[in-house]
């Protein structure tokens, strides 16, 4: 075969081969679930790799330029470097995935992940609200026992039940939010099975009954210590609900609107980001059920100083979900 012919019949697997390999080190692709130049995915690059090194004994043996032997030596060298590389060690590909990955992950899931904080937020506020105006309306979602329940929890005048505790109690209440937390995030995630209706009826029934339960205790009087307690832990707590709402919410998505692939195929794919997306979560609760244990039940802590935090940590999980990982391969 003429080099000519050689070059033009495989020119865009090279092509495709390079666009993978400037890929890993300049973009965010393989994070967020996308197709490369070629459609190609990292799981077929072993056999294109295997390919290129056939190419290139082709070339050497058939005696083609050295253009065309430098090119693919050149190719074969870059992916041998990215694909028998010693990975790094479990460690950093968990510290690199929680900054860079997951927010990657989560920003490309957007659409439900909007969703799913409307279907949350906006019944959480209506009802806040709602109660502010007609405070009756609390025993139409609440019985009367679970109301006099959240008013013993923050009276502010029964020094009983002030914020504050010995910290065994601490480590206690840290292994209990530890189990409640992650319980709520994989329910909300699992209900997604159910065509995404399951995930969205958990979100608006925590939705309603958050609401209902800070509109009636700030109506009455009782927010102060209310709001000193959930404000430091609310940041990472009602976020990853809400996260794991959408990931539920892209896993229904996947059995109504599976595209081009069998429904089965889309929800396996969907499934294993949604893993990672649990993942990310997981560390969310995790970070939530410390905080509240350890700072928000702390009551010698100035209501300021615990204000001012809570806005901090709002402003980081901001941040750190809208611009984590921007230009930072994702190696692991």
Known sequence: MRQEQFVARHQSEWLAFDAWLRGRGASARRARG????????????????????????????????????????ALMQRGHGVLYRTPPPRWQRAVRFLLAGFPRLVRSEAGCMWVAAAVFVFPLALM???????????????????VAMYER??????PSHALGRESG??????????????????????GGLVAGVGALFVLLVNGIGIGTVFGHLHQIGYGDPLWRFVCGHAPFELTA??????AGLRLGLSLIA?????RIDALARAGAKGARLCLGVA????????????????QSIPAA???????????????????????VSDED
């Open 34 to 73: 996308e197709r490369n130049t070629g459609e190609l995915t990292d799981e077929d690059m072993p056999a294109r790799y295997r390919r290129i090194c056939q190419h290139l004994a082709l070339a050497r043996r058939r005696g083609y330029s050295p253009v065309v032997v430098d090119r693919l030596q």
């Open 128 to 146: 806040f609200v709602l109660l502010q105006v007609r405070p009756e309306l609390v025993y139409s979602i609440a019985s009367p026992e679970q």
């Open 153 to 158: 929890m923050y009276d502010p005048s029964d």
């Open 169 to 190: 109690t601490d480590w206690q209440m840290f292994g209990h939010y530890i189990w409640n937390n992650i319980s709520i995030g994989l329910r909300t995630f699992a």
């Open 241 to 246: 609900i809400v996260l794991a709402g959408g």
């Open 258 to 262: 599976s595209g081009r692939h069998r």
């Open 283 to 298: 560390f969310m609760l995790l970070v939530a059920a410390f905080i509240e244990a350890f700072w928000s039940s702390t």
């Open 305 to 327: 100083v615990k204000y001012g935090v809570s806005g901090v940590l709002w402003t980081l999980v901001a941040l750190w979900l809208g611009v984590g990982g921007r230009g």
